[in-house]
């Protein structure tokens, strides 16, 4: 199975911050890595796939870069809404597998 | 809308057994590959199981042997049979779409789940 790791488990920031999430897979899974937005009580929602490709209507302040075992999720200027958990995904092969997850707080 | 709606959660004994509904608007289930994903109380997400449009199946090995995937194409309706249910059962079970986008390699997808329920509950407790 393809172990999927995130750093940082939780981070705090501000209103207005950069930040940026790691997801590193244990092995080469190529493009084939998403994101997801999960706030307590909800269902996770897809803000990028393929790595780099952002959903339709996810907020262009959000952005995916990476490739094979290493990749970033960058939220550009952090917003209110924004504060969440967020889950890296490999579809390169079954079982399909998430990351920890990383909690952005304030 | 697409919509999926999830339903047959509850409070069971271990060994038990419950059958999970999920029901679909605005997309067919029959056409569309389907997964079930759980996540236990304060945990994060753990892929369980999917079926493909040609009902091939795949499963997580934690349920292996135990959950089984299904649809009633005539009620639109994804199922997930769980029987043997043990306390680390436990979790909020979602059912979702896989979503697909060419990546311009012939034959070649990438593949996303852009679609979720909002989750039934499964506690597994004596």
């Known amino acids: 199975d393809i172990q999927m790791t995130q750093s940082p488990p939780s981070l705090s920031a501000s209103v207005g911050d950069r930040v940026t999430i790691t997801c590193r897979a244990s092995q080469d899974v190529s493009g084939y890595l998403n994101w997801y937005q999960q706030k307590p009580g909800k269902a996770p929602n897809l803000l990028i796939y393929?790595?780099?490709t952002l959903q339709s209507g996810v907020p262009s302040r959000f952005s995916g870069s990476g490739s094979g075992t290493d990749f970033t999720l960058t939220i550009a200027t952090l917003q209110p809404e924004d504060f969440a958990t967020y889950y890296c995904?490999?579809?390169?092969?079954?079982?399909?597998?998430f990351g920890g997850g990383t909690k952005v707080e304030i | 809308e697409v919509q999926l709606v999830e339903s047959g959660g509850g409070l069971i004994q271990p060994g038990g057994s419950l059958r999970l509904s999920c029901a679909a608007s605005?997309?067919?289930?029959?056409?569309?590959?389907m997964s079930w994903v759980r996540q236990a109380p304060g945990k994060g997400l753990e892929w369980v199981s999917v079926?493909?449009?040609?009902?091939?199946?795949y499963y997580a090995d934690s349920v292996k042997g135990r959950f089984t995937i299904s649809r009633d194409n005539s009620k639109n309706t994804l199922h997930l049979q769980m029987n043997s249910l043990r306390v680390d059962d436990t979790a909020v079970y979602y059912c979702a779409r896989r979503g697909s986008m060419a990546t311009g390699t012939p034959g070649q997808y990438y593949y996303f789940m852009d679609v979720w329920g909002k989750g039934t509950t499964v506690t597994v407790s004596s």
């Open positions: 393929a790595a780099s």
């Open positions: 605005g997309l067919t289930v029959s056409s569309s590959y």
């Open positions: 079926i493909y449009r040609a009902g091939i199946t």
């Open positions: 995904q490999q579809s390169y092969n079954i079982p399909l597998t």
